[in-house]
């Protein structure tokens, strides 16, 4: 497969290289997120799934209805941690050593999970150094279909570790039931190739989300739809109102036609916007895919970190 022709129409919206300065390039990936067991979407404080009102759809504007909400914090907090294990494996492997990065009161400011989703020094006597601003954008996304159809109460039960008895009943909590899917969009700004492949393979490599991780909150991403241009073309709501116009026919054909359109007439510059063909996004979503983190594709993504800093600093 010839590498290079697979990214060749998204090559003007990627840059050479990271820098803090950045321009207008964005590469919006859509995505769909098929919840594939119980997940508790809700807040550290209450009990309660996230949820929020919206009209049904686009065409049903007047029907409101209740939706969940899959947060955008918790989506980034699982996909950076993801690039995290990722990074330390494959570092390991190839026989690499970087600096010791974990979320969050660690980051090591130097690795491209630091320099892709942005960083706050923690560590202690360096808060001289300067923040890395995140080039990857989350937005909250909203269930394909109302709360009610998709909303259950588990009961829980606490086991007496002592006698294997059953306690006092916990209660309820309400999750979200399998196969309910979140339409979701994630924006890429001024990234390189490398980090594009990097964030498809967070994207596709993580399964586990939600408030309570050690049960349930198991998450199948998949790409439907790649658009770039010098601005955001959709956001995750104005898709998921869209798509549940088209619930008997959702596929990569649809979105693009959705935002070919009706997005695309409506942004600031509409002839540097750039839809892939479903085809193409398969293909590029494979290539990312099969791309090894080896030696030398490690040790070039870490170098453009460096030379970020390097940049960053002298300034
Ligand atoms: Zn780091």
């Known amino acids: 497969m010839n590498t290079n022709n697979t990214f060749d129409k998204l090559k003007p919206y990627l840059v ?18 098929e919840i594939l067991d119980y997940t508790v979407l809700r807040t550290e404080e209450t009990r309660e799934l996230n949820t929020v009102h919206t009209p049904f759809s686009v065409n049903k504007a007047n029907e409101q209805v209740r939706r969940v ?10 996909e950076s941690r993801e690039l995290e294990h990722l990074l330390r494996t494959a570092t390991a492997k190839a026989g690499l050593t970087y600096p010791e990065c974990y979320l969050k ?11 892709l989703y942005g960083g706050t020094s923690t560590v202690a006597g360096q808060q001289e150094r300067a923040n890395i601003k995140h080039r990857i954008e989350y937005s909250t996304a909203f269930s394909l279909l109302p709360f009610e159809d998709i909303g259950t109460a588990l009961t829980f039960n606490a086991i007496n570790d002592r006698n294997q ?8 909590r309400f999750a979200v039931q399998p196969a309910t899917l979140f339409p979701s969009v994630v924006t890429l700004k001024s990234v390189t190739q490398r980090e594009l492949i990097l964030a498809v ?9 939600g408030a309570e991780s050690r049960i349930g909150g198991d998450v199948r991403n998949t790409i439907w739809g790649i658009v770039a241009g010098w601005e955001e073309v959709i956001t995750s709501l104005e898709l998921t109102l869209e798509l549940a116009d088209h619930l008997d026919k959702l596929n990569a054909e649809v979105i693009k036609q959705i935002v070919q359109e009706k997005y695309l007439p409506m942004t600031g510059n509409p002839k540097q916007i750039v ?3 479903p085809a193409e996004i398969e293909a590029l979503v494979k290539v990312c895919a099969e791309t090894e983190m080896d030696g030398a ?19």
């Open 201 to 209: 393979k967070a994207l596709l490599a993580c399964k586990s989300y």
């Open 165 to 172: 008895t059953t306690g006092q009943a916990l209660g309820q």
């Open 69 to 78: 909400a899959f947060l955008a914090t918790k989506q980034k907090a699982a």
């Open 16 to 33: 050479e290289r990271p820098r803090p300065i950045i321009g207008a390039e964005t590469v919006q990936l859509i995505l769909m997120r």
């Open 297 to 315: 594709f490690l040790e070039a993504a870490y170098q453009d970190i460096a030379k970020y800093r390097e940049e960053q600093l002298a300034r």
């Open 275 to 277: 839809m892939l063909e």
């Open 105 to 115: 009161d660690n980051l090591c400011m130097q690795c491209p999970r630091c320099g």
